[in-house]
């Protein structure tokens, strides 16, 4: 019904950048909030940012002035731009979003696959 599908992660050295993307697909009425979120090894998943319908952005303390969210509604399309990338930025990010699937229904969480993102020094 809807899928989340990640591209753009890989390995860069420190410093570099990265442009992750988030294609929504499948059918639905509208999707709402939608956010990255970071996993690394042996911690627990982390909101890097968020972007709602309206536009608003939302970032983590360790990646405001470094990443940039934003939505192409009409590609129904999320980007991540992450610039001066750290060694502790590596981790699977992941794709989230609040999804509407049908006027009558309330809204769903839908998660994609996930991309590694590693940064070496």
């Known amino acids: 019904q809807v899928q989340l599908v990640e591209s753009g992660g890989g390995l860069v050295q420190a410093g570099g950048s990265l442009r992750l993307s988030c294609a929504a697909s499948?059918?639905?009425?509208?999707?709402?909030?939608m956010g990255w979120y970071r996993q690394a090894p042996g911690k627990q998943r982390e909101l890097v940012a968020a972007?709602?319908?309206?536009?608003?952005?939302n970032y983590a303390d360790s990646v405001k002035g470094r990443f940039t969210i934003s939505r192409d509604n009409a590609k129904n399309t999320m980007y991540l731009q992450m610039n001066s990338l750290k060694p502790k930025d590596t981790a699977v990010y992941y794709c989230h979003a609040m999804v509407k699937t049908t006027a009558w229904r309330p809204s769903y969480d839908y998660w994609g696959q996930g991309t590694q993102v590693t940064v070496s020094s």
């Open positions: 972007v709602t319908s309206a536009l608003d952005t």
């Open positions: 499948g059918s639905f009425f509208s999707i709402n909030s």
